[in-house]
């Protein structure tokens, strides 16, 4: 490229590609004052053209995203379009084309990653995807680079604005899951159709592509073992409460160092986390991910996990290291990646906060003990209320010591079995290292 | 260098340089897997050669850091030693030789950074510096390179572990300043002389640094107006925990806006900060910096800011960085720093509280509200107790809207010069933002 401009080609123009266009228009001179380079929009590519859309010169329009991505004069290509075959296959021809690509595809890198990442690695550039992981927030950086040489075992973070938001209208308002919700959906913070997001299945794939670059193995979506917040209660919410906790949807990836050699193990899914650790305090649409490493300790780092402008943000700081990148004839590199050994998430071992509902009569708490006991299963903390006096039912809330998980799971099944048993209603996992064993 | 090892000299042998020794020893191979470099550490210059030292091959330890510098085998050094002159030569001599230097001396950088700074870009290699503004946290890199971009207009942090566990132990247990500074020493937490701790002076060091880069200025650790935490007593954390704020020592640098144009200011001082705001929660020595860009939003950045391990951490990550860029025959740069034009602080415009002792009296309060009136200051909010009622002494404790802070100082005068107004034992500003205008 000429070695003072750089020209961008946008795949997409939806709410980030615009605040992107628009970034780039505002900041261009502080870029050009800090590093020498001209950044210039050069063409974007959209799906509808005559759309209007206020503050895009119109000239650089096309509905073409593959002559943008082989154009000779585009040094740069950003990809905000979303979905994943498309994107994919215009990812790979801009790699190929050696021009430096950023991406905020979640869903593209957390089945393709390793596929891109190779990709670029054999032609020599540039594949960044600060945006596709939390949106404003400084993360992927810092792990490929600060903590390249850090031993991580942890990275366990809020990564979905939608969920973190319910959940923070849950526990702040009282207010039942459907009911947050839908004030989540009119507000704007939740889309009318939130499967991805209360499902889990957004944070997984952030996860997915966390553990990949803090543990350098080859990890997507399908390896993520997941479970939503749809299953939240009032019931779940309250306990944590009384007990000092704050119920959160966690994305959690652990290196595990077993008989059997090293093992990671990613997952989703709702986690008490004690009132006084700093996740506990990530409210509303906020995200925030905590890394622990062998000799840094404990990091977080916290910010807008979506949005427009933050999204933006981070992808201009992705562009302009790529165009620097590219006029040294440089380029980032995540490094060979290594398969992942799975643990069996079976083989996890977390305390877990379990709820019943059972008829309220003497003795019920010694069966209950007993089927505990039988699987290996200890009672960390318990307490007991009479949920209906009519109907002679009475309430349980126990916290167990951490227990693998097929043990739980064979424990709950055998609760279920108890002729006083009426229903499990609760079975929250605990934040892990907060139980003692 | 030959392009697969980097052979490094390192002055200082403290608690940074034995963890730093020791972390390249456990992780040199993660290293060379993930960059191809071998790390070798070639020489340890200390000021005793014959203090015991354990995991240091004693052959490598030299009492001459001028003949590290110079030796044409060394590649990368890394200055752990502290001081200032000493350390500013020796940089100065190795940046000249072409070598890229890792430092961990903020009192050397908030001093000289500027001289530094452009001593590297002329010799075209890197001075990094992520270990000397908040231990093992990544900051100083996604300031310089993810937010390269983004117009920041607020950095303010906790960037003192000492003030920070001392200040929480008041808030958690109670005590007074003596105690919980005289706690903090007997832990290790607080020096025997916690003059630059306590007195600010440390944090200021810290905030010249960041200041420097997030605004792309010169600033030194004069150009920081700075207040210790010496005067804070149990009365401001009682207050503090009474209306929804923790005291914390922050650390801020802001940039204004001016009709006389753009404008920095940097100061350190006991401020009052809402329980919900995530600085709130940052406990014990814990560190966090908080900043918050036009584009981006609101970003923190939470960990270790001080220790061995952390420390040596981020000096491994920079140190990695540099050798790669040697490697590359490239470099980071800050970019041209700009002179500062700082904002005069009695310009700063800031929400107050006021703690006073007065006669308990009829008709006071209405001559301490004219008072603040006559100032063009007013009264946000107030609470009124009877501290002795023998003696007949009353305590009003007021928070007054933003107001310049040359007004206030001429308010605080005049309250002090009113009849009825026995002394004013609390002068605390609140976090800006918070108490609207």
Known sequence: M???VARIGVLGCGTVGTAFVGLVARQAATVRARTGLALEIAAVAVRELDRDRPGIDPSLLTDDPAAVVADPAIDVVVEVMGGIDDARGLVLAALAAGKPVVTANKALLAVSGAELFAAAESAGVDLLFEPAVAGGIPLVRPLRESLLAEPIDLVVGIVNGTTNYILTQMTESGAGYADALAEAQSLGFAEADPTADVGGHDAAAKIAILASIAFGVVLTSDDVDVEGITAVTARDIAFADRHGFVLKLLAMAERHETSDGVRQSVRVHPTLVPVDHPLAAVRGSFNAVFVHGDAVGDLMFYGPGAGGAPTASAVL???????VNLRRGTHASVGALADARLLDPAELIDAWYIGLEVDDRPGVLAVIAAALGEHGVSIASMDQDVADPDARVARIDLVIHPARTADVRAT???LRALEPVRSIDATVR????????
């Not at 605990?430 to 064993?437: C, D, F, K, Q």
């Open 430 to 437: 605990v934040l892990p290292g907060v139980v003692g064993t």
């Open 317 to 323: 700081g992705d562009v302009v290291d790529a165009a």
């Open 2 to 4: 000429d070695s003072s």
């Open 412 to 414: 709950l099944d055998a």
